[in-house]
């Protein structure tokens, strides 16, 4: 199910919870940032395309939106990106030339909707300065998060996110075990070549996120973080180096699985 709630006077978000059998629940946020030109940040998954566009328009007519920022192109982050680019001619969506290049292979992008920007470029939309930056974790090349100067909020995309077992409207309302392993298991999963990242310049990259003192992240995949809570993503990150790489079940676990779902049945 999709619903909606305020991460701030003029953001909106669209928030689902996909289940992963035996391991959680995952968050997928989109983003509404209301204003002279709104943007809608990412657009859902792909399976609740339907839901998704009849919860966004209990937020805002999607006929007024002027941007959508694609934080990448993952099937979470893609799922109503080509209906709402044609019912909306005057829509236009940022993301990266190599963004372009991935939607090419599936539902190509028209050239002329286009806004490419690149880490550290900065964007004015309406009474915003929205300026790129590549999050310390992603899962994809494309992937560009952003500072919004108005709100004072970072939208980290991928980074950050949690797998948990209950969600939230607040990533405050998470015990601090809730966040971290949450947080440390998605990063696993999510970006599981932090586990061969040079620690030192690791550090580098979340110093300069906590140098920018966000008043709040607001990943894909996690809770809205107030200023409060930031330190903890932080520091969670910061461990994920060292903590045990995910590894998926295999066929004798799948067997296993589907012979007690056989013998319940
Ligand atoms: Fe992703
Ligand atoms: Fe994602």
């Not at 599981?192 to 140098?211: F, M, V, Y």
């Amino acid at each position: 199910m999709i619903t909606t709630y305020k991460a701030a006077a003029d953001i909106d978000v669209i928030t689902s919870n996909f289940p992963v059998p035996g391991m959680g629940l995952v968050p997928i946020n989109a983003f509404v940032l209301h204003g002279a030109e709104p943007v809608l940040v990412d657009t859902g998954a792909v399976v609740e395309s339907g839901e998704f566009m009849a919860a966004l328009r209990g937020v805002i007519d999607p006929g007024d939106l002027r941007w959508i920022w694609l934080t990448h192109t993952d099937f979470d982050h893609i799922g109503s990106l080509q209906p709402l680019l044609d019912d909306n001619p005057q829509l236009r969506v940022i993301t990266t030339f190599i963004g372009v290049g991935i939607m090419s292979l599936a539902a190509p992008l028209p050239m002329d909707r286009l806004y490419l920007l690149n880490p550290g470029q900065t964007i004015t939309v309406g009474e915003r300065t929205l300026t790129a930056m590549k999050p310390p974790a992603f899962d994809n090349p494309v992937t560009t998060g952003f500072y919004d100067d108005r709100s004072g909020a970072l939208f980290s995309s991928d980074c950050f996110g949690a797998m948990l077992d209950a969600v939230p409207e607040r990533a405050s309302d998470l015990t601090d075990d809730e966040l971290r392993s949450g947080q440390i298991f998605w990063a696993t999963v999510d970006s599981p070549w932090l586990h061969k990242t040079d620690r030192a310049l690791l550090a580098r990259e979340i110093d300069a996120i906590r140098a920018m003192d966000p008043t709040l992240i607001l990943s894909s995949h996690l809770p809205a973080a107030d200023r409060a809570t930031t330190e903890r993503l932080f520091t969670s990150l910061e461990a994920v180096p060292s903590a045990t790489p995910f590894v998926g079940p295999d066929q004798a676990a799948l067997e296993q699985m589907l012979s007690q779902m056989t013998a319940g049945s």
